[in-house]
């Protein structure tokens, strides 16, 4: 994994500055790199970490290039160049383009060349492979469920049946996805369950954290669209969909039928009520709760700021008079006007 | 999967509008229904779609009955007659029947006629499996852990020792049931752990969701009472008892010994602290976190509703300042009164 | 599990009032305790139990040594002498100690004396397992990981490639540690992967709970301190440090590269945004959302109290116009003052 600086110049389409036969070996922070790595100035609070850096190399904007005490690949979006030039420096153990002996394949199941079948994985009947697909140790694939070329699912995936996920996906462990929606009707105080007859459609280029969960649909589909990103633990609901390249941080949870635009962006813990619209390029803040669709996109929060207890006490037992608070402003005015 | 008319009528006790010879293979929303298929119209926002809808018959409400274009199954609740006529068109998978030749099934454990044990599924010593049992591949069945007739495991569950399941349950992929409860002590700054040596008891017909976690007891078992549902990413822990037919959305957390009562509901991403006591008939709504006991059914929330970013910055603001807010409003009142 | 009152008396070097030769079999609540069982009050809500309970011993503050009805262990603090005695009362079923026939364990893995694997464990290349370490049935080690001496896995964990956890640590099911950070970079609108180069390092006697993740860094290791109590379905980003003897509740979801001191304790569902620092001794109430660094220790809330629903909408509703009401107030002050 070592490139020179000149290779990393010609990937990246970047100028360069410095010597293009220094060797790269790996990437690291300003402040944390060493002589033989690369790094990269995105955030300006780290500014000042230019004159100290020990990289060999910087990745910068135009506007730095001339403070870099080192080599220098000039960029106008410093954090793009980083995130490519991470994929030459990665350290995940490359497929083995096997499938383990001790991993249990359908003889229904479909299996293409050069597909990676982990120890002890299991594929169900009819499930298909495409090319270039890997499957974790322990992964199961259900019945009638199909990866789409080079995705792949790391340890302990669950997938059940009639799932379809694109290509170029990476599902991470623990993920749960074509599980039942959360549907009963109730009869007499007793829940009577709606089976869930959909699937869950997942598009191209998708990537799913651990122990993300995402329920099939009541009738028809749960969808998620191409490019989008899940953090890990985030709960989907049935019947949900999610427009394309919409990224959501850790533990959010969307509950049925609501449909996300593309190009949202949904912070850590945000709750999206059912039966919801939220457009194209809506921006939620962490732990918002949303309970009305949202028609104009921007940002959008709810919750109170972080106080110390003691004084946080005081504000809520406030909340609670608020109501009774306005009245009383509103009757002061009044006598004022007498 | 294809039923007569007659047949469904008679199966849901239905009056039947129509011919009863239509063959019924499948069910949609009215928007997505064609042909062939059956929907139902219990949501009244909905109710402009009876008129164009593709369906070969619709479950109605007898005050909807004459505004069918199609068919009709008259009932008085129609959402409910959809849920069970949804197990007639269901699409998982049906059980092998048969102890799969990779599952590890200790000599020790015992395993009624008929149950079903997926393949690389773990069944340790002692552990007992009622008749009818499905056990999903991967899934893992602690030591002397107990699975009611006809429960059936998903892939991947992990149940530890000493938990014992009722009768006609569902527990879906990534579950964890008997994990320790999260108890120390502290001696000088570091956390002494106590042992969790009670176990987990859960009820009949209780469905539990994708990567929700059920801690043991501390000392005697953590209880979930019959007819119990709960969405995925829920968080149950030590001693917590849920009464009978209480459902929970997903990403609830219910903190140690806190005792829920029954036909209780709780929105999702609700919080309980812990040792509370929820009456029952408690409904909480989304993202609300309860710090006190409910002694009386009804409904109860906590947090703000969401704005603008901007705007809300302003509020949350001014919540920091609700008490001298307060403090001033009574200042002005009483030199109003002087 | 039995021992008699004198040797715990011992072990816990607790003053004995009694007869040193009651058999205890077995641990309880004062309120459930049996005869042949110890219990203790730790908890001043629960003193008037002391009367009535059937216990055959009871682990005491000296205060309440007296009131005692039966045999005494006294300590100076009951809580910590319960959490040490449970320990002799563990019903954890003890590891076997032996590599199960059905695991797969690479013959790159260096496996000392005296581990036990599990049924269907997979232990990748170069992965090191030190002596009396335990993998559950399922779990799933990666490539170049390494497991310190005694700490046990429970099922189905997943631990991804070059993840270090340090000695005596548990960790249970479904968790999963090493899974990747969620970063990317935006290109014309799509998500660019930056590749997660840096791993974890989890430190002695630390536990995590099920289904807690953990990713791995960026660049470099994420950082779990030793002593370090983490509960169920907790979120931990890349790059996070979290210092010595911390305790996280479930459902804690910490953003990236976020440091956490030592001694801390986060409760249930907090929340805490990336790029902060906590210092030690930072305590955070349940469902808090941190949006700011800690520089001084103590309690930390945000949030709202519960109420009825009915009264929370007036509230609610009012939150909106805080600003609103904020500058009429000093509207009213200036027209008084002229």
Not at 52 to 62: E, K, L
Not at 70 to 92: E, H, I, M, R, W
Not at 102 to 108: D, F, K, M, Y
Not at 299 to 306: F, H, K, L, N, V
Request: charged content about 15%; some cysteine.
């Amino acid at each position: 994994m070592a490139h020179t600086l000149g290779e990393l110049a010609k990937l990246l389409d970047a100028q360069l500055i410095g010597d293009e036969s220094i060797v790269i070996e790996g990437i690291a922070t300003l402040a944390q790199a060493q002589s033989g790595q690369l790094s990269f100035l995105a955030n300006m609070a780290y500014k000042d970490q230019l004159q100290h850096t020990q990289a060999s190399a910087v990745i910068v904007h135009p506007k730095q290039a001339e403070e870099c005490q080192c080599a220098a690949l000039v960029l106008d979006n410093p954090y793009l160049g980083y995130a490519k030039v991470s994929q030459f420096f990665n350290t995940l153990p490359s497929p083995s383009g096997q499938i383990h002996p001790s991993a249990v394949v359908s003889p229904l199941a479909k299996v293409a060349d050069g597909v990676s079948i982990g120890a002890k994985a299991v594929i169900d009947d009819y499930a298909v492979l495409e090319e270039g697909v890997v499957i974790g140790a322990g992964s199961v694939l259900g019945t009638n469920s199909r990866i789409g070329a080079r995705t792949r699912l790391h340890q302990n995936v669950s997938i059940y049946h009639d799932v379809v996920i694109g290509r170029d996906g990476i599902i991470h462990s623990g993920a749960v996805i074509g599980s039942d929606g959360f549907g009963f009707a109730n009869e007499k105080g007793k829940w009577v369950k709606i089976c869930q007859i959909g699937g869950v459609s997942i598009g191209d280029d998708v990537e799913i954290g651990a122990n993300t969960t995402i329920d099939r649909g009541a009738m028809s589909d749960t969808v998620i669209g191409d490019g989008v990103k899940l953090d890990n633990q985030i709960q989907i609901a049935h019947n949900v969909e999610v427009g394309a390249h919409t990224a959501m941080a850790g533990g959010c949870m969307i509950a049925g039928s609501t449909k996300i635009g593309s190009c949202c962006t949904l912070a850590g813990g945000v709750g999206v009520a059912g039966h919801l619209q939220l457009v194209d390029g809506t921006h939620v803040t962490a732990m918002t709760l949303v309970t009305k669709s949202i028609t104009e996109p921007g940002s959008y929060s709810s919750g109170t700021a972080m106080s110390s207890t003691a004084e946080w006490r005081k504000s809520a037992a406030r909340f609670r008079q608020l109501d009774e608070m306005a009245k009383r402003i509103k009757l002061i005015e009044k006598s004022q006007q007498e």
